[in-house]
Each structure stands twice: as structure tokens, then as C-alpha cells.
């Protein structure tokens, strides 16, 4: 199982959640990772489980770079404006 980091600054946050809904059943068998609110929007909008981190600015983005150092991230999907 691959395991997918997700991340979206604010201004993307909608276009993430719109691209993946778009994906559905592409993210239906992975294991998805995600900072703090994007996490929680995209657990509503695939209603698969996310593990949710911190907030990006609380820390979230470093946890997700540990995990990729770690190779526990396979892939990282990241929409910055």
C-alpha cells in the first residue's frame, strides 16, 4: 500500500479537495497522511480515514518531512499558491 502525503496552503485548500474528489477511488486504497485542517476537509470529502499532524505552521510540514527522512511517505502531493 502506498502511503500519500497531502498538503495545501490556504489560498489551495479548495482546489486539493476538489482535485482528489475528482480521484476518488485512486486514493480508495491508500494510506493518506495530511496536515491539520487539510486532513480534516479531506477525510470528509473521500470519507476514507487521513492521519491527521499538526497544523503547517504549528509544525505539521516538519512532521511530514521526518516521515519522508524515514521513507514512511511514498509520494507528496502539495498545492502551494
Known amino acids: ?3 500519500i502525503a497531502l498538503v495545501a496552503h490556504d489560498g489551495k485548500k479548495q482546489a486539493l479537495l476538489d482535485w482528489v474528489s475528482q480521484h476518488k477511488p485512486f486514493f480508495a486504497d491508500k494510506e ?3 496536515t491539520g ?4 476537509l479531506l477525510q470528509q470529502a473521500l470519507e476514507n480515514p487521513v492521519t491527521c499532524l ?4 504549528l509544525g505539521g510540514d516538519q512532521q511530514i518531512g521526518a516521515l519522508i527522512a524515514e521513507q514512511k511517505i ?3 502531493i502539495f498545492f502551494w499558491d
Open 54 to 57: 499538526a497544523s503547517g505552521p
Open 1 to 3: 500500500m502506498k502511503t
Open 37 to 40: 485542517t487539510t486532513g480534516k
Open 74 to 76: 511514498d509520494w507528496l
Open 32 to 34: 493518506l497522511v495530511a
